[in-house]
């Protein structure tokens, strides 16, 4: 069974870091895409980060320069570095994989089969 796992949220002070994991199992880590989304009560979900299968990534264009996504493919865990965040990065931050072989966008949610239950970043000013 494909299980997507976030911890690592919590509340922060503006100007503060964070970081988040997403352990994965019950599936092969090592040849799937992971993305990092996030989601506003009552609106779709929105790229945050990703990484490829060969450890390239993407950034949206909010976390650009400020987060930092990583890969421990031994460890089937990938990780978000924030820093500098901002009460605007307030959501619920999601994990999701592309455990089977799919078309379309990997910067598009909807590229992603499994998705975890999500864990909530709170920055305060």
């Known amino acids: 069974e494909v299980e997507l796992v976030e911890s690592g949220g919590g509340s922060v002070q503006s100007g503060g870091s964070m970081t988040l994991s997403c352990s994965a199992s019950g599936f092969t880590f090592g040849t799937s895409d992971i993305g990092w989304f996030r989601q506003y009560p009552g609106n779709e979900c929105e790229l945050v980060a990703v990484i490829r299968s060969d450890g390239t990534t993407d950034y949206g264009d909010s976390a650009q320069g400020r987060f930092a996504i990583s890969k421990d493919n031994a460890k089937s865990t990938v990780y978000l570095q924030m820093s500098r965040l901002k009460p605007e990065d307030t959501a619920m931050y999601y994990c999701?994989?592309?455990?089977?072989?799919?078309?379309?966008?990997?910067?598009?949610?909807?590229?992603?089969?499994?998705w975890g239950p999500g864990t909530q970043v709170t920055v305060s000013s």
């Open positions: 999701a994989a592309d455990v089977l072989p799919a078309g379309g966008s990997i910067l598009n949610s909807l590229y992603y089969q499994s």
